[in-house]
Nanobody, 125 residues
């Protein structure tokens, strides 16, 4: 089964940091772009960040620009999401997925696949 496995979530105080990891299971994601998404209770899943297969291009949603950094290591087949200056609005289940193409451009959530179980991020005092 083609799927990602997300990890690294947890409970953190406002202003804190977390580093999420995403590893592909059942296929190699090295040639594809990989995106991070989040879904808060009662809200639709939204894209947070995306990185191209070449690592040359990255995308960030406006609410996380300047606070989150996406990166990947093809040797380890891992994509990370470093999250700094977290605030309660960042509380959500975080997922990664791939559009099965090299670039992140002009994509909708429905274009992505390989959703895993997600990892819960809770920002609270």
């Amino acid at each position: 089964q083609v799927q990602f496995v997300e990890s690294g979530g947890g409970l953190v105080q406002p202003g804190g940091s977390l580093r999420l990891s995403c590893v592909a299971s059942g296929f190699s994601s090295d040639y594809y772009a990989v995106g991070w998404f989040r879904q808060a209770p009662g809200k639709e899943r939204e894209e947070v960040s995306c990185i191209s297969s070449s690592v040359e291009r990255t995308y960030y949603a406006d609410p996380v620009k300047g606070r989150f950094t996406i990166s990947r290591d093809k040797v380890k087949s891992t994509v990370w999401l470093q999250m700094n200056s977290l605030n309660p609005e960042d509380t959500a289940v975080y997922y990664c997925a791939t559009p099965r193409r090299e670039e992140c451009l002009d994509l909708e959530v429905e274009d992505f696949s390989g959703w895993g179980q997600g990892t819960q991020v809770t920002v609270s005092a």
